[in-house]
């Protein structure tokens, strides 16, 4: 999968904190960690990645143990599954009554399994009293983390009974949430999903680790996505009519628009433009950083759409994009925002070597434009060219005074004395990018697995190929950039992805 | 001309006293003949600058004169070169630099030799441009298009047969040009939907538009029909064009008074009718060669109670059909059934009966009609003006009789190839404003009949006796002298025709078109009298008339200055006739088919001395004889070469086939 998602990690962080917990806080952060997630699928050696995972998040181990248990016991895990199933009626986008309804049923729910699980406690105790020490160690944790979590919901969930505190809900508590609920995902998750490509569940657990790390890494980094040229008109959401205050507005700033580097290494500050290299940059300063789940990509997930609907403003004060605009019209994504910032409100840096007239700011667009330079046979007295006669033709009865130019000696000989320097940008072009993108993604992604004996990556490829697809749209056009532009890479799926993921590797 | 010299010299001081602008509407008067302007200037100093500051239009012959000439008519506004086959850049160079801001029209249409710098030279100068006609300038190309988009004020343009000029052309024609009233794109095969959209959406005075056989489709069509004040439109041969489209028309052209469908097969009565509802004025319409007209079609017409004029040449026609146009159209004036298969008695007479008004009529080779139908014409139609009926052979010669009792303003009349006898003339000479008759291929009149055209047929301008065998020079003597304005006549193949006749005709003086191909006894002397008589004789043919040679030849180069055309096919003319005819300045066309006593070099000669030559029509065994160099300087000039392989005929003097042997085929080799 895309390196790139890596990412998310940060973005997910900024947004859960934002976002109020009555929302299934999974959607949110079913985010790309997946190197811990790879570590739990084959996990064989399941303590020393608990070592690692506590050295770097002390704390935070509590959920993993829970799978360990989860493993063994699927009768928790089924217990858990329906616990998951019941949890979409916990969505809350606006409040009323069936929905807390649905939240009282919810809670009832939880508190006849929170009786089972004690009552089954009970009678493991008995069972497997001469079983090891370590065992019954993890069994401890595991039933603290369940009732911890279990609680915690609950805690969660009555708060969101009230209307009024939809916004308000502690930060705290949806992060524990999201520990619980990574959890109980992941016995459901766990063992269909060794070896076997069972894309969601995969997912699943990775939503639990990552969410739950996310919770204790904190915030302390800003939404920065950045790294992704993929070139969503930012026009192009004009369809969109999304009543005010129905979405949530974030303002970049220019810099972090216009920021080179998105991923700085936290040891020597090293700035890089795609999470995977700093992965590999990291490698250098120890051993730590060359575990497979430390190289690994980390995967992406989403669920259901219940997030609340995130747009972006221009920063820009008067741009009709910029949220203090009376016809404010929001930005889709923060690729639309870096795209439309550029175009609009920067210099056009990128001047086309073949016709010498046109300039860009967006790289992307000067390469697009150097398709087709040269090539547009038709002219009109302004200088514009079109590839097609009908729409000179429709641009000239558009416009007054403007009429067709005729070649002097025929375009074609121009194209030929500025085809040699073409070529070979073309070459480097395609090399670099492109719908191969996702090939040469794929490839880093066999690097990565090459480090990692547990040869998650394949599997986690997989996930991203067949799990993309099983999820509605909308969800990854909200979660932002990192995750369209993959989904686009992979399945070209908005219509533009093919034409711009070129400079998204270029850059 | 003769009165007009006498008051100059009468009172010569009164002229003086005269202000320039009334002695500018006397000339005003002298139109009939050009010649009387010429006259006039040579009169005196003074007239001679009058006429010269007069003239606004000006047709020259020759270019070499044309500097000469515009210094001497200084405002000339209307400029027709098409008497000039050789307009180079710099002849272009010339106008503009002469005729400036005056020239407000010139017509190119049969210049060559001219590039897109000669044409953005003339328009940038002569800014006033109000009409250009650039037909068959097939070599222009979009550049000149470009050019041509400089004038501003252009109001009409033609571009007939222009292929080389495309879409992007027009484009900027469309851009430019936006006075535009008439257009004429016909044969321009590079102008699409785009083009004639374009012009329809940035031309919106257009009036007139041609688009006859363009590549177009219902597209472009739909913007065309929004035009506000479009009266003329011809779609001729515009075959991307059918019913689909047309139904889309709801709203169409209102303004529409003519419209040219013809060769049109893809459109039936559903595209007339939606079009026809929309376009309620049209006054004339034309379906030539196109779908069948039956019932369907004619009440597609039901809409075109304003329709005057329908053309129907060459469909294929019902008796139902005709008979619905004739309900719903009952203010037609014109009906031209020429060629159409299908027109029964019965058809026709239910037209003809409804339209009273009816002015002209074409029912040429409408095979199946006979008395019937023009006992119906001549009795409801009483004020035909026309009547062209050429092949009817079914009908029989009774009929010709009512024609003359009862249709008496007709002023044309075409019974060629019918079987119209001595009694039938008798009775059309009461038509006594009948201008142009046609007899020809009617071989059973005779002089008695045409003897009374000759006397009460007096404004007879055109008569046609080609191959009507029974004529002698007694019905030529009383044509001579009946019809005095007489201006064509053809006496082909009328083998008792002898010098005689061309004597009588060399009084009528406005005779300008003489043929009397196959007339074996006519010599020399006959036609010295017509050249020294019929000072205005522009076309003459006198192939196959072997006893005419050089001494005819040398009193037509002396008299005849304005002779144009001539064919001397199989005459007795040799290197001397024909080098002196090299002396006649305005020939332009020549035949010269088969001249026993010609050689290459008399020829080379002679086609050297003949600067106007435009058309020159010879044996293609003289194209290896003559010398390249001859011949691309003719071409250079304009001349365009007309090579035949005709074998040595026997000479034909047949009616209906029948051979008479004239001349052997002899073994004919050139001298070289």
Request: charge should be neutral.
């Amino acid at each position: 999968m895309d390196p790139e998602d890596k990412i998310c990690e940060d973005t997910w962080i900024k947004s859960s904190s934002s976002h109020e917990s009555c929302e299934p806080p999974n959607n949110q952060h079913l985010t790309s960690f997946d190197s811990l997630q790879q570590k739990m699928d084959g996990s064989s050696s399941f303590l020393d990645y608990g070592t690692t995972f506590d050295e770097q998040f002390p704390g935070f181990n509590q959920p993993s143990v829970a799978h360990k248990i989860n493993d063994k016991n699927p009768v928790l895990g089924k217990h858990d599954n329906q616990m998951s199933e019941a949890q979409p009626s916990n969505k809350v986008e606006d409040w009323d009554p069936r929905a807390t309804l649905n939240n009282l049923s919810f809670l009832e729910k939880k508190i006849h399994q929170l009786r089972d699980m004690v009552h089954w406690i009970v009678g493991q105790r008995e069972q497997v009293m001469d079983q090891r020490d370590q065992l019954l160690v993890h069994q401890q944790q595991l039933i603290t983390t369940n009732l911890t979590s279990i609680i915690v919901q609950m805690i969660s969930t009555a708060g969101s009974l009230l209307p009024s505190v939809k916004h308000t809900v502690s930060y705290s508590s949806a992060i524990n949430s999201l520990g619980h609920f990574g959890g109980v995902q992941n016995s459901s998750g766990i063992f269909p999903n060794i070896g076997i490509p069972n894309v969601n569940n995969v997912n699943k657990v990775d939503t639990s680790n990552q969410t739950d790390l996310t919770g204790f890494c904190g915030a302390e980094q800003n939404c920065s996505v950045e790294d992704h040229e993929l070139k969503s008109d930012d026009d192009a959401d004009e369809g969109e009519n999304l009543p005010p205050g129905s979405y949530e507005i974030l303002q970049l700033e220019k810099e972090e628009i216009l920021a080179p580097h998105t991923h700085f290494c936290t040891i020597c500050g090293k700035g890089f433009k795609r999470d995977a290299n700093l992965r590999m940059h990291m490698r250098g300063h120890g051993d730590k950083y060359k575990t497979p789940a430390a190289l690994a990509k980390p995967s992406k997930e989403s669920t259901s759409e219940s997030m609340l609907i995130k747009r972006y403003s221009c920063p820009y004060v008067g741009c009709k994009r910029n949220k203090d605009h009376k016809k404010f019209q929001p930005l889709k994504t923060i690729l639309c925002v870096k795209n439309h910032y550029k175009r609009t409100h920067c210099d056009k840096t990128y001047t086309c070597s073949r016709c010498n007239a046109k300039k860009f700011s967006v790289l992307a667009d000067l390469k697009t434009h150097e398709k087709h330079c040269g090539r547009d046979k038709w002219l009109c007295s302004c200088g514009t060219t079109f590839s097609r006669k009908d729409k000179l033709f429709g641009h000239i009865s558009l416009f007054q005074g403007h009429t067709p130019a005729i070649p002097v000696d025929g375009p074609s000989d121009a194209g030929q004395s500025s085809e040699a320097p073409k070529v070979g940008q073309m070459d480097f072009n395609f090399k670099s990018s492109a719908p191969s993108g996702s090939a040469f993604q794929n490839a880093t992604d066999v690097k990565f697995s090459g480090d990692d004996a547990t040869s998650t990556s394949p599997l986690n490829f997989d996930t991203s190929v067949s799990g993309f697809n099983e999820f509605p749209r909308p969800p990854f056009e909200d979660v932002g950039s990192s995750f369209s532009f993959l989904l686009s890479d992979a399945y070209g799926y908005p219509p533009k992805n093919g034409r711009y993921s070129n400079s998204n590797d270029v850059e | 001309m003769k009165k007009k010299k006498s008051i100059p010299e009468a009172s010569f001081n009164l002229f003086d006293l005269l202000s320039v602008e009334i002695v500018f509407l006397i000339i005003d008067f002298l139109n009939d003949d050009p010649l009387d302007k010429k006259s006039f200037s040579l009169v005196c100093k003074s007239f001679y600058s009058i006429e010269s500051r007069h003239r606004k239009t000006l047709k020259p012959l020759r270019f070499e004169h044309l500097t000469k000439i515009l210094i001497r008519y200084p405002f000339i506004s209307h400029l027709d070169l098409s008497l000039c086959p050789r307009i180079s850049d710099s002849s272009l160079g010339v106008i503009s630099d002469y005729c400036k801001e005056m020239l407000s029209s010139i017509n190119l249409s049969r210049s060559k030799f001219f590039s897109h710098v000669g044409l953005s030279n003339l328009l940038v100068n002569c800014r006033n441009l109000v009409e250009i006609d650039l037909s068959n300038a097939t070599d222009l190309k979009d550049l000149a298009a470009a050019s041509i988009a400089e004038a501003k004020n252009l109001e009409k343009l033609w571009l007939v047969r222009c292929k080389s000029i495309t879409d992007i052309g027009i484009g900027c024609i469309a851009v430019g040009c936006r006075k535009l009233k008439l257009l004429s794109l016909k044969w321009c095969f590079g102008v699409g939907d785009l083009g004639v959209g374009l012009i329809s959406v940035k031309c919106k005075e257009i009036r007139s538009l041609d688009l006859s056989y363009l590549p177009i489709t219902t597209k472009c069509l739909l913007q065309v029909l929004e035009l506000q004040h479009l009266k003329d439109l011809v779609l001729e041969g515009c075959f991307g064009i059918d019913d689909d489209s047309l139904t889309a028309l709801k709203h169409g052209c209102t303004s529409l008074e003519t419209l040219d469908m013809s060769s049109c097969q893809n459109i039936s009565h559903v595209g007339l009718s939606s079009l026809t509802s929309a376009a309620g004025c049209l006054r004339q319409l034309s379906l030539s060669y196109g779908s069948r007209v039956d019932l369907a079609l004619g009440n597609s017409l039901q809409k075109l109670s304003m329709l005057q004029s329908i053309k129907l040449d060459g469909c294929q026609v019902t008796s139902s059909g005709l008979k619905a146009i004739g309900n719903w159209c009952v203010s037609l004036t014109e009906v031209s059934l020429s060629k159409c298969s299908g027109v029964t008695d019965e058809g026709l007479s239910s037209l003809v009966t409804k339209c009273v008004e009816l002015r002209k009529l074409d029912v040429t080779c409408c095979r199946t009609i006979t008395y019937a139908s023009v006992a119906h014409i001549t009795n409801s139609c009483t004020s035909l003006t026309s009547l062209r009926m050429e092949s009817c052979t079914t009908v029989s010669s009774e009929a010709f009789v009512l024609i003359g009792q009862r249709c008496q303003f007709l002023e044309e009349l075409d019974l060629t190839e019918n079987n119209i006898d001595d009694e039938g003339l008798k009775s059309i000479s009461r038509c006594s404003r009948l201008a142009n008759l046609k007899l020809g291929i009617c071989p059973n009149i005779t002089d008695k009949g045409l003897i009374h055209i000759g006397i009460y047929c007096s404004k007879l301008k055109e008569l046609d006796l080609y191959r009507s065998a029974g004529i002698t020079d007694s019905s030529i003597l009383a044509i001579a002298r009946g019809c005095t304005v007489i201006e064509t006549i053809n006496i082909a193949y009328c083998k008792n025709i002898t010098d005689h006749s061309l004597v009588s005709l060399s009084k009528c003086s406005k005779l300008n078109t003489l043929e009397s191909r196959g007339c074996p006894l006519i010599t020399s002397s006959g036609l010295t009298a017509v050249a020294m008589g019929c000072k205005k004789l522009t076309k003459l043919d006198i192939k196959n008339c072997q006893h005419i040679d050089d001494t005819g030849m040398i009193p037509l180069a002396h008299f005849s200055h304005n002779l144009r055309q001539i064919n001397l096919s199989y005459t007795s003319v040799t290197d001397v006739g024909l080098l002196s005819l090299a002396s006649v300045s305005c020939l332009q066309s020549m035949t010269v088919l088969h001249l026993e006593g010609l050689t290459p070099s008399g020829l080379a000669a002679a086609l050297l001395a003949c600067g106007g030559l435009t058309r020159v029509k010879l044996q293609s065994s003289f194209r290896l004889f003559l010398p390249p160099p001859i011949i691309e300087h003719l071409e250079s000039r304009g001349c365009v070469f007309q090579w035949r392989d005709k074998v040595f005929q026997v000479s034909l003097n047949t009616v209906d086939g029948s051979t008479q042997s004239g001349f052997g085929c002899l073994s004919y080799s050139y001298k070289i």
